[in-house]
């Protein structure tokens, strides 16, 4: 099946810099790739996706980039704000059913 | 529009003992789909339903079971529960494409004891 990692586990950044959070995948059968941020207490939220047929996606402080060739593909957030700091998981899906990476623990320091 | 909701939020239980826990899609939504949080495993797929079927599986043993009705609705059930079945479950909808954007619930927490 589908082998989903992400890194870092955990990443503090200032108020204001970027934070980039990177994921691999190794099945190239996988054509979707979402983006989920997750608060204490709540479930997942999809804040981004980016499609195999698409290099990057934008959408005002968050971007997602996607390198088929490498099975890479990552989320990046600029302008960081305390309300970012939340956990980020990426996933792969198959076409079949979504394989999730371990989530980033993403703390934005005032 | 309002989102996924799932009841109860939370469900102490003891060892042994079923429990079935609720998801309503919104609306529109007929594709279901159930996950296993925890802090050792993450993000665990465990079933998927589509118009009332079984569409996909993951890798859990029979005593985890779905199913969903006509109005999309679905259940799942843990029959003889086990201290490691406390988790997080998730229910997630999406529109019937396979990789479409899925929405989450808020989860129900099931505690073990």
């Known amino acids: 099946g589908e082998n989903v990692e992400q890194h870092p586990s955990t990443l503090s950044v200032q108020e204001g810099d970027s934070a980039v959070i990177k994921c691999t995948y190794s099945?190239?059968?996988?054509?979707?790739f979402p983006w989920y941020k997750q608060e204490l207490g709540k479930g997942p939220q999809l804040i981004i996706d980016i499609r195999s047929n698409v290099g990057e996606k934008k959408d005002q402080r968050i971007a997602v980039t996607l390198n088929k060739t490498a099975k890479h593909f990552s989320l990046h957030i600029t302008e960081t704000q305390p309300e970012d700091s939340a956990v980020y998981f990426c996933a792969a899906n198959t076409g079949n059913q979504f394989y999730f990476g371990t989530g980033t623990s993403l703390t934005v320091i005032p | 529009k309002a989102g996924v909701t799932q009841t109860p939020r939370y469900l102490i239980k003891t060892r042994g003992q079923q429990v079935t826990l609720s998801c309503s899609p919104i609306?529109?939504?007929?594709?279901v789909s159930w996950y296993q949080q925890t802090p050792g495993q993450g993000l665990q797929f465990l079933f998927e339903?589509?118009?009332?079927?079984?569409?996909n599986k993951g890798n859990f043993p029979g005593r985890f079971s779905g199913r969903q009705f006509s109005n999309s609705r679905s259940e799942m059930n843990v029959s003889t529960l086990e201290l490691g079945d406390s988790a997080l479950y998730l229910c997630a909808s999406s529109f019937p494409d396979r990789a479409g954007e899925q929405y989450f619930g808020p989860g129900t927490r099931l505690t073990v004891t």
């Open positions: 099945d190239s059968a996988s054509n979707y």
């Open positions: 609306s529109g939504h007929r594709s």
């Open positions: 339903y589509f118009s009332e079927t079984q569409r």
